[in-house]
């Protein structure tokens, strides 16, 4: 089931027992026929039911499985980070509180793997640019959760063009 919908679920599945509830009462009153009231309250809670979900705030649509990222903006340029051999267990706010015991963090990314969502046990993390060489001179070769943490200034991404340029 998408994330999406597993957290919109409940909220929809209310929205129509209570709109065809309502729509029932309602139309059973003025009209005579129970099956036709029945009906109505059916078609009309199908209508009315996505018009109110589309409405629904987006925010708390999709708060479940999204991956926080928080971002400090920092004035002064930024160093990138590569940090490898992290515990599959550890998450955005364990590593950024053990990189904030050294310098000023920015960001921090973990990598996840596509298919199964599952930590790849690296990242990276952005810091003040005046604090990298204590980062990286502090956290390389540190002792994290039972891993040795391989911490060094990140490479550029490069294309894996076999063009000739």
Do not use: C, H, W
């Not at 036709?36 to 708390?60: C, M, N, Y």
């Amino acid at each position: 089931m998408l994330p999406s919908l597993r957290s919109s679920l409940p909220f929809t599945l209310a929205l129509a027992i209570i709109t065809y509830l309502v729509f029932s009462f309602v139309l059973s009153s003025l009209v005579l026929n129970t099956a036709v009231a029945v009906t109505l309250g059916v078609v009309l809670a199908g209508i009315l039911v996505p018009v109110l979900v589309e409405l629904k705030p987006l925010e708390s649509a999709g708060t479940t499985s999204a991956p926080k990222t928080v971002t400090v903006t920092a004035s002064g340029p930024s160093v990138t980070l590569y940090v490898g051999n992290l515990p599959y267990k550890a998450n955005e706010e364990a590593v950024r509180e053990l990189f904030q015991q050294s310098g000023a963090v920015i960001n921090v990314r973990l990598m996840k793997d596509r298919q199964t969502g599952r930590r790849r046990g690296f990242g990276f993390v952005e810091v003040a640019a005046k604090d990298a060489s204590k980062v990286i001179q502090k956290l390389n070769d540190f002792e994290y959760e039972g891993r040795t943490l391989k911490v060094r200034e990140a490479k550029e991404r490069q294309d894996n063009d076999d063009s000739d340029e």
